[in-house]
Nanobody, 117 residues
Framework: QVQLVESGGGLAQPGGSLRLSCAAS????????MGWFRQAPGKQRELVAT???????NSADSVKGRFTISRDNAKNTVYLQMDSLKPEETAVYSC???????????WGQGTQVTVSS
């Protein structure tokens, strides 16, 4: 089993920055891909960015050039640096981890990010 705990959400002004962290515990050695998803009120959950154990990244077109995902394997932690935030990016951001064994996917409890002046 893997447990994921997010931190770093909060309020940011438009154009501002926030940094999210997600620490994994439990069977973290089995984790391959980690990442972030977000869900705004009334909308479907969407991918923000993912990163593999060897550092390969993937991100949504809407955040390219503004958000940076990184990972510290020694600390079992994934980060999401969010710059130039937009009000429409207000959402609950959830950490994600994938393992090759059942149940395969794990989720954190989510952290609220609000972008407002």
């Amino acid at each position: 089993q893997v447990q994921l705990v997010e931190s770093g959400g909060g309020l940011a002004q438009p154009g501002g920055s926030l940094r999210l962290s997600c620490a994994a515990s439990g069977s973290f050695f089995s984790i391959t891909t980690m990442g972030w998803f977000r869900q705004a009120p009334g909308k479907q959950r969407e991918l923000v960015a993912t990163i593999t154990r060897d550092g390969s990244t993937n991100s949504a077109d809407s955040v390219k050039g503004r958000f940076t995902i990184s990972r510290d394997n020694a600390k079992n932690t994934v980060y999401l640096q969010m710059d130039s935030l937009k009000p429409e990016e207000t959402a609950v951001y959830s950490c994600y981890a994938h393992t090759p064994t059942f149940p395969f996917n794990y989720w954190g409890q989510g952290t609220q990010v609000t972008v407002s002046s």
